[in-house]
Nanobody, 126 residues
Framework: QVQVVESGGGTVQVGGSLRLSCTAS????????MAWFRQAPGKEREGVAS?????????PSARGRFTVTQQNPENEVYVLSLEMSSLKPDDTAVYYC??????????????????WGQGTQVTVSS
């Protein structure tokens, strides 16, 4: 059974930094692709950043401010981190980690991923 667990959310002031971490386990024989999404109240879930088939991708709003990194898997445990800096109030959302490719789409399509974490709240206060 696939398990995806996020950690590292919290409250930070405008311009501050936060680091999120995601651990995925319980599956094998995949590309190891993983992604970060976020969902603000009243908005759709949107892709933020991903290590997808070995290539790093960012949304336009994340590029230049966020850095996504993936550790080499050990014992079929995959770790994806998201370093966020220069945070803005618009970055306030629940951040979700996604793993295990599934339906059609590209890295930034929620339907493309099969397994999700519970989410971690990020709040940027002004």
């Amino acid at each position: 059974q696939v398990q995806v667990v996020e950690s590292g959310g919290g409250t930070v002031q405008v311009g501050g930094s936060l680091r999120l971490s995601c651990t995925a386990s319980g599956y094998r024989y995949t590309s190891g692709s993983m992604a970060w999404f976020r969902q603000a109240p009243g908005k759709e879930r949107e892709g933020v950043a991903s290590v997808y088939t070995g290539i790093t991708y960012y949304s336009p709003s994340a590029r230049g401010r966020f850095t996504v990194t993936q550790q080499n898997p050990e014992n079929e445990v995959y770790v994806l981190s998201l370093e966020m800096s220069s945070l803005k109030p618009d970055d306030t959302a629940v951040y979700y980690c996604a793993a295990v490719l599934g339906g059609a789409g590209f890295w930034n399509s929620a339907n493309h991923w099969r397994s999700w974490g519970q989410g971690t709240q990020v709040t940027v206060s002004s």
